[in-house]
């Protein structure tokens, strides 16, 4: 079966600092990956998606960046955080459709 | 992808059947309905997904009329633990992009004893 992994769970940063989060696939090659954003209380931004290595595409102008190293990993990142960047972000993956999407268990980030 | 409406949230008790509606009045002849369930402090599941008439799974039922206007997510007999927040999304799953994909704010359903 599949598995999503993002790590970590959780995450408290300074402005300004750097910013990597991961999300790695399991049991499924050539899937779609997306990740999101979500503020409190609030709906899902898609924020990129990939549909192979390499192939990124932004959904929103951000300080953020994303890439695509390997099938099954997808990279979340950011070269100085501001506080606008605190939310929950999700990972999510799909095969047949991107309506059908699969999600990771998600990073709370906090930029102090 | 088609524009969908729900309620911002709904109440309900333990063992009652729950009935979400979602609008979707510009839905497009290719397009299938899909709902997903989110917990606090995790990403969305997958619940159901279907084109018309009725689909049942394991989970929920979902119904949809011949218009395809509107669709209806039903919970059976609700638990405290079918507190969540569902939304309700619409698009070709054929071709659609994954840039169309909008998850609105969802409604917040919440079961009491």
């Known amino acids: 079966s599949q598995t999503i992994h993002q790590w970590p769970a959780t995450l408290v940063q300074p402005v300004g600092s750097p910013l990597s989060l991961e999300c790695t696939v399991e049991g499924t090659s050539n899937p779609n990956l997306y990740w999101y954003r979500q503020a409190a209380g609030r709906g899902l931004q898609l924020l990129f998606y990939?549909?192979?290595?390499?192939?990124i595409s932004s959904e929103v102008p951000q300080n953020l960046s994303a890439s695509r190293p390997q099938d099954r990993q997808f990279i979340l990142s950011s070269k100085k955080l501001l506080l606008s960047d605190s939310g929950f972000y999700l990972c999510?993956?799909?095969?047949?459709?991107?309506?059908?999407?699969?999600f990771g268990p998600g990073t709370r980030l906090l930029v102090l | 992808l088609a524009k969908t409406t729900q309620p911002i949230s709904m109440d309900s008790y333990e063992g009652q059947e729950v009935n979400i509606t979602c609008s979707h009045n510009n839905i497009a002849t290719n397009d299938y309905i899909t709902w997903y369930q989110q917990f606090p402090s995790q990403g969305p599941r997958f619940i159901i997904q279907?084109?018309?008439t009725k689909v049942t799974n394991e989970v929920a039922s979902l119904f949809i009329p011949a218009d395809r206007k509107s669709s209806t997510l039903s919970l059976p007999r609700v638990s405290l633990s079918d507190t969540a927040v569902y939304y309700c999304l619409v698009g070709d799953v054929s071709r659609s992009s994954a840039s169309k994909i909008i998850f609105g704010s969802g409604t917040r359903l919440s079961i009491r004893p």
């Open positions: 999510a993956w799909s095969i047949r459709d991107p309506e059908t999407q699969y």
């Open positions: 279907g084109y018309k």
């Open positions: 990939s549909v192979g290595i390499g192939q």
